[in-house]
């Protein structure tokens, strides 16, 4: 069975947007996905399931409407994916920590980076579905606009790196 990395869009730790990781891993065990993991509180969950990605991607994005009371983005990669994503990354002097990357549901128009306004020197670079931004000073006060984003759902490249991890473990269980 193929594995999944299913990256929530707008979870967050505390506030607005609040998810339990319990609570995901019991929607997706409910889904009839298997060996479901969450990694850290920020919508995050790698599972098995015989579907195909769209079929899965809807089955999430509906049951986790349903609890939510609002949709929330599903964005799923292959492991993969994540170690190719990560393999990729730009900026090789950035901390890992404060190079972010935007997954996005398809890739961003091709005048993307026309309307970018980096005032603390972000550097940003797009490769198909993704978009890296390092944030010299960190992402917490960055002034970074950048309308591409919105769509998407940011992760640092320490967590991508560790979501690729958890999913060849979790292929290799399964072989």
Same mark, same amino acid.
């Given at each position: 069975?193929?594995? @999944?990395?299913? !990256? ?21 065990? *409910? !889904? *009839?996905?298997?060996?479901? +993991?969450? @990694? ?7 599972? #098995? ?8 991607? +809807?089955? !999430?994005?509906?049951? !986790? ?14 492991? #993969? ?13 950035? +901390? ?35 978009? @890296?931004?390092? @944030?010299?000073?960190?992402? *917490? ?20 790196? +560790? ?13």
């Amino acid at each position: 069975m193929p594995v @999944y990395v299913a !990256l929530l869009r707008a979870v967050n730790v505390g506030g607005t947007g609040s998810l339990p990781m319990a609570e995901l891993k019991a929607i997706c065990e *409910g !889904l *009839g996905f298997a060996d479901v +993991k969450t @990694y850290i509180q920020s919508g995050n969950v790698l599972f #098995r399931s015989e579907l195909a990605e769209g079929d899965v991607q +809807k089955k !999430l994005e509906e049951a !986790l409407a349903a609890k939510m009371g609002k949709t929330l983005g599903v964005l799923l990669r292959s492991r #993969r994916d994540l170690e190719t994503i990560a393999a990729k990354a730009p900026f090789p002097d950035a +901390k890992p920590n404060f190079l972010l990357v935007a997954f996005l549901p398809e890739p961003p128009p091709t005048d993307a980076l026309d309307k970018l306004v980096a005032p603390d020197g972000e550097e940003v670079k797009i490769d198909g579905r993704e978009i @890296y931004v390092h @944030y010299p000073n960190g992402s *917490g006060r960055s002034k970074l606009k950048l309308p591409a984003l919105k769509p998407g759902t940011a992760r640092n490249l320490n967590t991508v790196r +560790k979501l690729a991890e958890l999913a060849a473990a979790l292929e290799d269980d399964g072989a």
